[in-house]
């Protein structure tokens, strides 16, 4: 059981570039999300799904796409990436009014 | 007002203390509780869900108080792998959305 998994794990972008970043969660939740977590900083919602086909904006949606084709997977798409979307971001999944699991997140540095 | 308030400490305290974070939360209505661990660089791991009645797990109790809207979490015996930052982390009324305090860091010191 692999519970929630990120890819990739660490990845260096130019400014402008594009990259998806991927969860998958093999636990059939029902609910997945999008952190970012900057240095001495929370966590920040950027999006997150209720369910396959839907996707809802979080606290700080701005410079993010997302998808949820497959109940499984949860995408995160930076378009043209800027040095201030410098951070770490972590995926979540939870089942109804359950607690939230964690992957193990994705280190991006925008240069 | 934020959602999840919580002292950012730092909590410095020696091995063997016992140590107690609160934080308040803000939307009444509120169903779930949660205490996360989240080390240096990692991801917040769950720790304890909290009850309305408290529940206990090993040296970590936590309690709910509906009334004033906190959510405590006690330590015992506080071990040098306690260090570590401490998310307290409530559920949206519609289950959509877990709201997450700024966090409290606590330092063991042998």
């Known amino acids: 059981n692999a519970g929630v998994t990120q890819t990739p794990k660490f990845r260096v972008l130019k400014t402008g570039q594009s990259m998806t970043l991927l969860c998958a969660q093999d636990?059939?939740?029902?609910?997945m999300y999008w952190y970012r977590q900057d240095p001495g900083m929370g966590l920040r919602l950027i999006h997150y799904s209720v369910g396959e086909g839907t996707t809802a904006k979080g606290e700080v949606p701005d410079g993010y796409n997302v998808s949820r084709l497959k109940k499984q997977n949860f995408l995160l798409g930076l378009e043209s990436a800027a040095p201030s979307q410098t951070s770490v971001y972590f995926c979540a999944s939870s089942g109804t009014g359950s607690e939230q699991y964690f992957g193990p997140g994705t280190r991006l540095t925008v240069t | 007002r934020k959602e999840v308030e919580q002292d950012p400490g730092p909590f410095n305290v020696p091995e063997g203390a016992t140590v107690a974070f609160n934080c308040t939360y803000s939307?009444?209505?509120?169903?779930?509780f949660f205490w996360y661990r989240q080390d240096c660089r990692k991801e917040p791991k769950l720790l304890m869900s909290v009850y309305s009645s408290g529940n206990e797990d090993g040296r970590f109790t936590a309690q709910l108080n509906r009334a004033s809207q906190y959510i405590s979490l006690l330590i015992r015996d506080s071990k040098l792998s306690d260090s570590a930052t401490y998310l307290c982390?409530?559920?949206?009324?519609?289950?959509?959305?877990?709201?997450f305090g700024s966090g409290t860091k606590l330092n063991v010191k042998p």
């Open positions: 982390v409530v559920n949206s009324p519609n289950f959509n959305k877990f709201y």
């Open positions: 939307n009444s209505a509120s169903q779930s």
């Open positions: 636990m059939n939740h029902e609910y």
